[in-house]
């Protein structure tokens, strides 16, 4: 008996999900770090960049490494099977401008690639955005905005029984964006409780799925609403999405480009201010609070929310991407989707006009209420020099909370803090 007991605690640990082992990280790592610990240098300072690679902690002898530094997406060295004999290399760099400075190194061990970058600050509370402001920008979105409310919402909202919780109930809603049949798709939950409660709109980042919506706010005191921007419901199977993804919406950020009225992003941007006509036509909401946060394409649309509408009280932009877009056409790192970066001899003048109408920088410039700001210096899909040109750009109240290290991603502490602001935004207690 003794011995079958063995044996199953043995299987047990051998196959229980739970118990079993992951892969996690790589063993062969290539860091680089400024000297100075906050990143941040003035104009005409040098930074000392310190390159290691790295096997199971030590350094790897008499590694090739291929490297570029410079400009971020502009890099003015590149060096290819530079040996590196104790595994170790410093690099200096500087700027005559304000900008960020990026030193990118890939080391080669067995055939394989192992990627390591810093990219240090200098004097990054002086970057200026390139974008032009068009003189009809408020009369375009205004008459936009007031050309889409014709249309009624007619809301619909179905309980979805599997997602509700003793304290939370979660429905797919979907309401019209911009005109008749035209909808916007979403998850909506309601704390169970009978009260008014402060709102939270949840944009989305570029892409195509499934939400799932915010049941772990709404739990603490909250409505929230969870958006997709692409008029389609929100509830289907991955591959649904995915095939639309590969197919008929296949780098949708593209679409109509070189017509302001014709533009992807117009029924988008229209969709998620018709979101908040949506939220406050709830008799739970206590009409006062009402935020809107997202990361990337989803800062972008917290920005645009926050700067059309006046009920929008505080908004979380997240490495906002979709800032700064001609940037480019004057040698500086522009932001996502990067439209002018890639092909310089064949820019289109209309796309570049249009470009205007969809900068976050112009959306930046009239925002009026509260904002917290969050991202990385090592971001290469919206470069910290655009995120710093559309912070710098806002005169309302405003927090920045970088962390240097993070990419296009976010590290737990940043999730956190971001959250905990929210909730402070809504006058919710963390204890709740």
Same mark, same amino acid.
């Not at 690099?91 to 005559?96: C, F, Q």
């Not at 919206?382 to 912070?391: L, S």
């Given at each position: ?30 860091? *680089? ?7 941040? @240098?003035?104009?005409?300072? +040098? #930074?000392? =960049? %310190? ?9 790897l002898d008499n590694v090739p490494i291929d490297y570029e530094a410079g400009p ?32 990118? *190194? ?7 690639? @192992?990627?390591?970058?810093? +990219? #240090?600050? =200098? %004097? ?25 409310r014709y249309t009624a919402l007619e809301p619909t909202k179905v309980l979805l ?209 509260k904002g917290w700001f969050s991202f990385g210096y090592n971001d290469e899909v ?51």
């Amino acid at each position: 008996m003794k011995k079958y007991c063995f044996l199953l605690l043995l299987l047990l640990l051998c196959y229980s999900p739970k118990m079993s082992a992951q892969i996690r990280g790589n063993n062969i790592v290539v860091t *680089v770090t400024p000297d100075h610990k906050d990143w941040n @240098y003035q104009v005409g300072q +040098t #930074a000392q =960049f %310190s390159v290691k690679v790295l096997k199971s902690g030590t350094l790897l002898d008499n590694v090739p490494i291929d490297y570029e530094a410079g400009p971020e997406m502009y890099p003015a060295v590149k060096k290819t099977n530079v040996v590196l004999k104790d595994g170790t290399m410093s690099h200096k760099g500087t700027m005559s401008k304000p900008g960020f400075y990026r030193l990118k *190194v890939m080391a080669s061990v067995n055939g394989k690639k @192992y990627e390591g970058l810093c +990219t #240090a600050a =200098f %004097s990054p509370e002086k970057i200026r955005p390139a974008a032009e402001d068009p003189e009809d920008f408020d009369a375009f979105w205004s008459n936009a905005l007031k050309e889409a409310r014709y249309t009624a919402l007619e809301p619909t909202k179905v309980l979805l029984p599997e997602r509700c919780t003793k304290d939370v109930n979660v429905y797919q809603v979907s309401f019209q964006n911009m005109r008749w049949g035209s909808r916007t798709y979403g998850i909506l939950c309601v704390p169970v409780k009978s009260g008014k409660y402060p709102a939270l709109l949840r944009v989305p980042g570029a892409g195509i799925r499934p939400y799932q919506g915010d049941v772990w706010t709404a739990a603490k005191g909250a409505i929230t609403l969870e958006i997709g921007i692409h008029g389609i419901p929100v509830t289907m199977s991955q591959d649904f999405y995915d095939n639309l993804s590969n197919g008929a919406l296949n780098c949708y950020w593209n679409f109509n480009m070189d017509n302001r009225d014709e533009a992807y992003y117009k029924r988008v941007f229209i969709g998620a201010v018709r979101a908040i006509d949506y939220i406050a036509s709830l008799s739970q909401w206590n009409g006062t609070d009402l935020g809107v946060t997202g990361s990337s394409q989803g800062g972008m649309l917290s920005l645009v929310c926050a700067a059309l509408d006046s009920r929008v009280t505080f908004y979380g932009a997240v490495h906002a991407a979709m800032c700064d877009h001609t940037a480019s056409l004057k040698g500086v790192a522009c932001g996502w989707p990067h439209y002018f970066y890639y092909d310089k001899k064949n820019i289109d003048a209309k796309k570049v006009a249009t470009s205007r109408y969809y900068d976050g920088i112009n959306f930046a410039r009239r925002i009026k209420c509260k904002g917290w700001f969050s991202f990385g210096y090592n971001d290469e899909v919206v470069p910290p020099t655009t995120a710093f040109a559309t912070y710098n750009t806002v005169t309302a109240p405003k927090e920045l909370h970088p962390y240097q290290q993070t990419g296009h991603y976010w590290y737990q502490e940043q999730w956190d803090e971001w959250e905990a602001w929210l909730l402070s935004q809504m006058h919710i207690t963390t204890s709740k």
